[in-house]
């Protein structure tokens, strides 16, 4: 069956591109909202394995002339996915890294890997672990989004991944630890400590505010698991 991506729109009560994409940006912070508009979402798409943004994104919003964007083809995601398969440690304590995530496309191929290689009595969130670096405004968006709407943990940074200049990190973080429940979407606060952590050598823009996971130690959680990337 073909997707018609009108659905989507039809999801937020909008009936044009723009007004989706707002509605999407707005509702990164408003977390009963978003969890209603993921619920929906699921009921129109819900092939988590894939990128449930990638073909409407490339559709509409991709700026390959200004940012020059292109987009990782399923077969090229497939055999990444199945090369770090091969060789990731067990104990590794990650599973996945993209300078440049896009959409997310190949950091839900490998969420999608590590959890089929358990039942799901014994696949548990928080035994996995995402790092993505994205630097378009509008990809970052539907990243986000993808990564709460499949109850991920994730640190997304926002910004040049070259000149290690950003506007924001995000935390995802599946509080419940629970497969069937989406995430949280943080904002990490502006710091010595998340500098050196990241390799973060300036900030750009005003600091973004927002925090939902106030009930579990994420931070400290955040600094032992990234650690691991150094």
Partial sequence: MAFKYHEYWELLGVDQ?????????ELLFKPKEREVFYKRLLEVNYKVSEDTFKEYFELYSAERKTNQQDFTPESITKVITEIIAMNKPKESGYSAYDPAAGTGTLLIAQWDADRKQVSPFNYFPHEYFYVGEEL???????LLHNMALRGMN?????GNSIEREYKQVYFIQNSSNDYMKFSDIN??????TLERVLDIRS?????????????????EEFKETIRQYK
């Fill in 17 to 25: 591109h723009s007004q989706f994409e707002a509605k999407l940006k």
């Fill in 203 to 219: 900030w750009t823009g005003e600091p973004i505010e927002h925090i939902e996971s106030y009930d579990v130690p994420w931070f």
């Fill in 136 to 142: 378009s405004d509008t990809a970052l968006i539907y």
């Fill in 154 to 158: 994730a640190v997304i940074m926002h």
């Fill in 187 to 192: 904002v990490m606060p502006r710091s010595k």
